[in-house]
């Protein structure tokens, strides 16, 4: 099982902007659903986005009209572009990769999670 990077985060201030990228290296990336997930300290794994194969996403009401999903297929990466960051989204931020869409959900492959990338936000 080839594992997700994940890459970008860092130290931003409340409005900001960070972009994260994740790399799979694997030959069938064109045809992986992918998503992001997130967890702040003392709570649960959550849901961020998602994206498909078709390139059709979905987005936690959270994030909506906040976060941008992408992908590159040529480049084996998933992009997640971050505006208007609050101190809410401080979190580790985690890549996943092959998972599934159903009924407009992202539901995740449990065995492919990248390492994650931290990701503060200071007001």
């Known amino acids: 099982q080839v594992q997700p990077v994940e890459s970008g985060g860092g130290l931003v201030q409340a409005g900001g902007s960070l972009t994260l990228s994740c790399v799979v290296s694997?030959?069938?990336?064109?045809?992986?659903?992918m998503g992001w997930h997130r967890q702040a300290p003392g709570k649960q794994r959550e849901f961020v986005a998602g994206?498909?194969?078709?390139?059709?996403?979905k987005y936690a009401e959270s994030v909506k009209d906040r976060f941008t999903i992408s992908r590159d297929n040529d480049k084996k990466t998933m992009y997640l572009q971050m505006n208007s960051l609050k101190d809410e989204d401080t979190a580790v931020y985690y890549c996943?990769?092959?998972?599934?869409?159903?009924?407009?959900?992202?539901?995740?492959?449990?065995?492919?999670w990248g390492q994650g990338t931290q990701v503060t936000v200071s007001s």
């Open positions: 996943n990769s092959g998972g599934a869409f159903n009924s407009g959900r992202y539901f995740p492959n449990v065995r492919s």
């Open positions: 694997r030959t069938d990336f064109s045809r992986l659903a």
């Open positions: 994206i498909h194969f078709t390139g059709g996403t």
